[in-house]
T-cell receptor
Framework: NAGVTQTPKFQVLKTGQSMTLQCAQD?????MSWYRQDPGMGLRLIHY???????DQGEVPNGYNVSRSTTEDFPLRLLSAAPSQTSVYFC??????????FGPGTRLLVL | AQKVTQAQTEISVVEKEDVTLDCVYE???????LFWYKQPPSGELVFLIR??????QNEISGRYSWNFQKSTSSFNFTITASQVVDSAVYFC?????????????FGRGTQLTVWP
């Protein structure tokens, strides 16, 4: 199993640009989530999904959209990037909604 | 409210020393889960352990051990005979049953540096 994969690893955007961060898992986990990590802040939940077709907001959802058309994929969309969205983004999946396994992360810089 | 406090921002030790990373949590839930994750310099987050609130047995895994004490709301992590490869940021996290489904509350992390 590849586990949780994320692409791209690094991305530089200009303010106002849009992009999609990809996340996929091959463990047949129903639960998936997106976190962002900022210096000295730990990780904060952006959006999560308990299964295909079901998504909900986390702690810091503004500026981000998600969808879950398949069990395997959970993309995160930035509609109009802002410098405040410069961060490291982690996708995670879980079989029991408790223990979460994280992907390698995407480092995003918004200029 | 759910909260995790890791008061130690940075710790430096010399190889082979023992080191304890502190974690104090707050929750009103009677059922909850505690976790430790390791983030090495390469950046990924590695799951280390999960502990349920109704199981206060300490756990040992090789050089790693965890001390869970509900009376003091602490879940401390000890590395015995530290090695350079243990250098990483370590995060403690809490998942309460009353919190947003699946949401983990993370502490701010402790940067551990092990010098040769």
């Amino acid at each position: 199993n590849a586990g949780v994969t994320q692409t791209p690893k690094f991305q530089v955007l200009k303010t106002g640009q849009s992009m999609t961060l990809q996340c996929a898992q091959d463990m047949n986990h129903e639960y998936m989530s997106w976190y962002r990590q900022d210096p000295g802040m730990g990780l904060r939940l952006i959006h999560y999904s308990v299964g295909a077709g079901i998504t909900d907001q986390g702690e810091v959802p503004n500026g981000y959209n998600v969808s879950r058309s398949t069990t395997e994929d959970f993309p995160l969309r930035l509609l109009s990037a802002a410098p405040s969205q410069t961060s490291v983004y982690f996708c995670a999946s879980s079989y029991d909604q408790e223990t979460q396994y994280f992907g390698p992360g995407t480092r995003l810089l918004v200029l | 409210a759910q909260k995790v406090t890791q008061a130690q921002t940075e710790i430096s030790v010399v190889e082979k020393e023992d080191v304890t990373l502190d974690c104090v949590y707050e929750t009103r839930d009677t059922t909850y889960y505690l976790f430790w994750y390791k983030q090495p310099p390469s950046g990924e987050l590695v799951f280390l352990i999960r502990r349920n609130s109704f199981d206060e047995q300490n756990e040992i895994s090789g050089r790693y051990s965890w001390n869970f004490q509900k009376s003091t709301s602490s879940f401390n992590f000890t590395i015995t005979a530290s090695q350079v490869v243990d250098s990483a940021v370590y995060f403690c996290a809490l998942r309460g049953r009353g919190s947003t489904l699946g949401r983990l509350y993370f502490g701010r992390g402790t940067q551990l540096t092990v010098w040769p």
